[in-house]
């Protein structure tokens, strides 16, 4: 039986953009089956507008060079971990709720990402050994 990682994204800096892509990646590459549900202000990080995000508060300044000194030691930036993601295998989701709530539109998604619900977001959370809440 194939192990399950479920992450839920809640808000949409940097930060918590690239915690799931790294903890998704390296489980994916480990054989989990890895599904990252994003909801409130995390949704914006899997819309075509939202796909730069930046550090929060006074740190966004430092964005450009945080993204620099991790690609010095080998990690990629959001978009080349978002299809290293994708090639592993990993489920992306969109809250439909929140995606109401903001007025995103299924067309807004980055291509892969699926509309999910919190219900059967949860079914999977349920069946799942770990659940990572990230924001």
Excluded at 55 to 64: A, E, K, Q, V, Y
Excluded at 67 to 93: C, D, R
Excluded at 107 to 117: E, I, Y
Aim: glycine residues 12%; charged residues 20%.
């Amino acid at each position: 039986m194939t192990e399950k990682l479920c992450m839920v994204v809640s808000e949409g800096t940097f930060d918590k953009a690239m915690m799931p892509l790294l903890m998704g990646t390296t489980a994916a590459a480990m054989g989990t089956e890895v599904h990252v549900f994003y909801t409130f202000f995390g949704t914006k990080l899997v819309t075509a507008k939202g796909s730069k995000p930046k550090l929060p508060g006074m740190w966004r300044l430092f964005t450009g060079m945080f993204v620099k000194k991790m690609k010095a030691v080998g990690v990629g930036n959001y978009q080349e971990m978002m299809q290293q993601a994708k090639e592993l295998g990993i489920n992306f989701y969109a809250c439909s709720t929140t995606m109401g709530l903001m007025g995103i539109k299924e067309s807004d998604l980055l291509p892969g990402v699926k509309v999910l619900g919190a219900a059967a977001f949860l079914k999977l959370a349920f069946e799942s050994k770990t659940t990572l809440f990230i924001g």
